[in-house]
């Protein structure tokens, strides 16, 4: 599956078809359970030049007035790993004299905890980069940490996917793609924060990323997020040799084979990392019961959304069961050694409109998207084509704090749903009859013989989750549905679309009709 690559024009990245995350935790021990409440927000803005609260932040800038609240109102922030270099810090000044940007984005958040994580590409190394300060972590990664241009750098030749006949695999436009098998492919980097003599390319970034985490990024980021880091280079369908230059050119289907070269070199990277792991990693791309064991969550990127391409039911169960109670289905079958359970998953849409020029579409497919999301534990972000762009939605934050919709509102806020009443449901748990709480019974209850358990799947093809402050229904359906939620609700009251979040009251025992590919939150009336 294509993933996250080098934009032009605004320097973002763009993320393409869907794909997994892996979330590395400490060896041989689960991850804590994630208590952050829902709906859980992601904002992936990967534009070079400037972050969301701030002007230009170009070479040289210094003392650019920062604002954290817009970065401060998610639950989670992907950034590129550079803003965490000294140039990138220096140019930005927080209005709220905060040290830098993380801790004004952290101020902003107050009490609630936000997670900030740097973006890091191992498989796409650039043929050339911009100034060295600039890009301090990328010259660093990529043998160049005592070149004085990105031409002039000590990358090792056999690190690199490369055809029999030497010719280099392009796997994006201006990089050539590295070698993440495990074939032995010794190489040296003679200088940096990991220089060394390694058995391969996995061997040294796995090495690298740890000596990052320990020597400074612990104390900055609260994770990692690997792109194109899993089962394979979906992109890639062309032979070429992993033993370069003394093998053969290998048809993909064997390079990417189940624990095959590809996948054993991502679980070598793995293992290296966690010598010294972050809270978290998360990598991007599919994972198997190779590349996941040692991983702690998983990332869909157009997630679920038929405008995308994609749809329902090849994202929303296995995304389910990345968080339910046997997750990934690995923790019987790993190969190498204790299994990660996987805590925290991410869910992606892009090709929104940018912020200002919203549509009824958008509006619609957020709904959509979102309620989708909200069936499992991810943290849900919708971002503009080419990731430089942060809509912000309603139901992102529960729209108004009164019954009706107004202009300057105070929000409801982050987590506004509360808890989910089941935290960890299994997709076949989802995926089976809903069975209604008596009207006036919010907590489970049995009703006959069946026991309310707080989600599942309505008459005509609707699935509903059940929170602590409300519910969640999503319609993937190519036609509209009519449910009866049953207890007493009320509508959000949004300001993008006041005639569906109006904050009308549904009584108990009403109907709501969903439109087609849409959802709807309703809150404890």
């Known amino acids: ?69 817009t970065l401060g109102r998610y639950d989670m922030v992907v950034i590129d790993m550079e803003w965490s270099n000294p140039e990138r810090r220096a140019c930005y000044r927080p209005k709220d004299g905060s040290a830098d940007v993380f801790a004004s984005i952290r101020a902003a958040a107050g009490n609630r905890p936000v997670k900030i994580v740097p973006y890091v590409n191992p498989v796409d190394r650039p043929i050339q980069s911009g100034d060295r300060g600039y890009y301090a972590y990328r010259y660093d ?79 900055t980021w609260d994770a990692v997020y690997l792109d194109v880091w899993g089962d394979r280079i979906w992109s890639n369908t062309s032979p070429w040799d992993p033993h370069w230059p003394a093998g053969k050119d290998l048809a993909t289907s064997e390079i990417y084979k189940e624990d095959g070269l590809w996948q054993r070199g991502i679980a070598t990277g793995n293992d290296g990392i966690n010598q010294a792991p972050p809270g978290v990693l998360v990598g991007n791309n599919t994972q198997s019961r190779v590349t996941a064991p040692g991983l702690s969550g998983r990332v869909w990127e157009s997630f679920a959304d038929p405008d995308l391409g994609r749809q329902f039911t090849w994202d929303v169960p296995p995304y389910v069961d990345a968080g339910g109670p046997n997750p990934l289905g690995y923790a019987t079958s790993s190969l190498r050694g204790p299994t990660r359970y996987t805590v925290t998953q991410l869910a992606v849409d892009k090709k929104f409109s940018d912020p200002g020029s919203l549509t009824t579409t958008d509006y619609r497919r957020a709904r959509h998207d979102l309620t989708a999301a909200l069936l499992g534990n991810g943290y849900w972000g919708p971002a503009s084509y080419d990731y430089g762009g942060l809509p912000w939605f309603d139901e992102m934050d529960g729209g108004c704090a009164t019954s009706t919709p107004v202009a300057g509102c105070a929000r409801l806020g982050n987590g506004y749903l509360g808890q989910p009443v089941d935290p960890s449901p299994s997709w076949a748990e989802v995926s089976a009859a809903y069975v209604p709480a008596p009207i006036g019974t919010p907590t489970d209850s049995p009703v006959g013989t069946k026991t309310y358990t707080g989600q599942g799947m309505l008459p005509g093809g609707a699935y509903r989750r059940d929170f602590a402050n409300g519910i969640a229904i999503v319609n993937p359906t190519s036609g509209a549905v009519t449910v009866t939620p049953g207890n007493a609700y009320r509508r959000l009251a949004g300001t993008q679309q006041p005639q569906i979040n109006s904050g009308a009251a549904v009584p108990a025992g009403s109907t709501v009709t969903i439109p087609a590919r849409d959802g709807i939150i309703l809150l404890n009336g």
């Open 141 to 219: 990664l990529w043998g160049c940490a005592n070149a004085l241009s990105f031409g002039d750098c000590q990358f090792p030749g056999n690190w690199y996917a490369r055809t029999k006949r030497g010719k280099y695999y392009q796997n994006w436009s201006g990089t050539r793609m590295t070698n993440l098998t495990n074939a032995p492919q010794a190489g040296t980097m003679p200088a940096g924060t990991a220089k060394g003599t390694y058995a391969n390319f996995p061997d040294y970034f796995g090495a690298w990323v740890r000596a990052r985490w320990t020597s400074g990024w612990s104390g």
């Open 1 to 69: 599956m294509p993933s996250i690559r080098p934009a032009r024009g605004r320097g973002a990245r763009r993320l393409a078809a869907v794909a997994a995350t892996a979330l590395l935790a400490a060896p041989a021990v689960a991850a804590a359970q994630d208590t952050t409440p829902f709906p859980r927000t992601l904002a992936l803005y990967l534009v070079q030049q400037n972050l969301p609260g701030g002007g230009s932040c170009a070479t040289g800038a210094r003392d650019v007035p920062f604002d954290g609240s």
